[in-house]
C-alpha cells in the first residue's frame, strides 16, 4: 500500500524561511507533487520532483529523496499570503492516480 | 490557462435525492478525477477516467457513479444522497503527458440533509 505523512500545523513568521516535510512508503514511484490551496479555493500545483535532488522555482523549492521516502517544501521571504495548506502527493504505481497526505496548514504571522 | 469549472459552489439536497455533480475542462485533457476532501482525511478519490467512456474507480467508490460521455466533461451521480456524502467536492484533469500534474476545479461544498 502507500502512505503518507505531513504535519497538521505550522506556524511561522512573515520574511523567515519554514520547511514543511512530507515522508511516504510506497511500492512504485512516479513522482511526488506539492500543491498549496487558500482555505475555501482550489488546490494548485507548485512542484513536481521525480528525481532526488532539489527543485528551485522562485521563492518556493521541494527536494525528494527518493531512498529515504522523504520529500520537503521550503518557502523562503514568507509573506502573509504564504498562509494556507499546502498537500503532499505521490504518483506510485499508477500513472494516472495521485494519494495525497492531509496537507499541512501554515500560518504566517506578521 | 487551464480552467476546470463545476457546475455548483455550493448545493444542499436532501437525503435520498438523486445529484448530480457536472465538472468540464477547456483543455482537451485525457484524464479526469473526482475527489471528496474533509477535514483530516485529506483528497480521497472516488472515481477517475482516462478516456471518453472509460472509467475506474478510485479508493471510495461506494455510493457513486461516474459518467464521461464527451472528452470535456465528467459527471459525478450520487445514486441516493446521504448525510455521510456530505463534504466538499473537487474535480480534476490532466493531461496524461510530462509531469501529468492534475489542475483542479473550485470545488462543489455539497449539504446532505
Known amino acids: 500500500g502507500q502512505n503518507i505523512d505531513q504535519p497538521t500545523e505550522m506556524t511561522a513568521t512573515e520574511g523567515a524561511i519554514v520547511q514543511i516535510n512530507c515522508t511516504y512508503q510506497?511500492?512504485?514511484?512516479?513522482?511526488l507533487f506539492w500543491y498549496q490551496q487558500h482555505a475555501g479555493e482550489a488546490p494548485t500545483f507548485l512542484s513536481y520532483n521525480v528525481l532526488d535532488g532539489l527543485e528551485e522555482k522562485g521563492r518556493f523549492s521541494s527536494f525528494l529523496s527518493r531512498s529515504k521516502g522523504y520529500s520537503y517544501l521550503l518557502l523562503k521571504e514568507l509573506q502573509m499570503k504564504d498562509s494556507a495548506s499546502y498537500l503532499c502527493?505521490?504518483?506510485?504505481?499508477?500513472?494516472?492516480?495521485?494519494?495525497f497526505g492531509s496537507g499541512t496548514r501554515l500560518l504566517v504571522r506578521p | 490557462d487551464v480552467k476546470v469549472t463545476q457546475s455548483s459552489r455550493y448545493l444542499v439536497k436532501r437525503t435520498g435525492e438523486k445529484v448530480f455533480l457536472e465538472c468540464v475542462q477547456d483543455?482537451?485533457?485525457?484524464?479526469m478525477f473526482w475527489y471528496r476532501q474533509d477535514p483530516g482525511l485529506g483528497l480521497r478519490l472516488i472515481y477517475f477516467s482516462y478516456d471518453v467512456k472509460m472509467k475506474e474507480k478510485g479508493d471510495i467508490p461506494e455510493g457513486y457513479s461516474v459518467s464521461r460521455e464527451k472528452k470535456e466533461r465528467f459527471s459525478l451521480i450520487l445514486e441516493s444522497a446521504s448525510t455521510n456524502q456530505t463534504s466538499m467536492y473537487l474535480c480534476a484533469s490532466s493531461t496524461g503527458t510530462g509531469h501529468n500534474e492534475q489542475y483542479f476545479g473550485p470545488g462543489t461544498r455539497l449539504t446532505v440533509t
Open positions: 483543455m482537451d485533457h485525457e484524464n
Open positions: 510506497t511500492s512504485g514511484f512516479n513522482g
Open positions: 502527493a505521490l504518483r506510485g504505481d499508477s500513472s494516472y492516480k495521485l494519494i
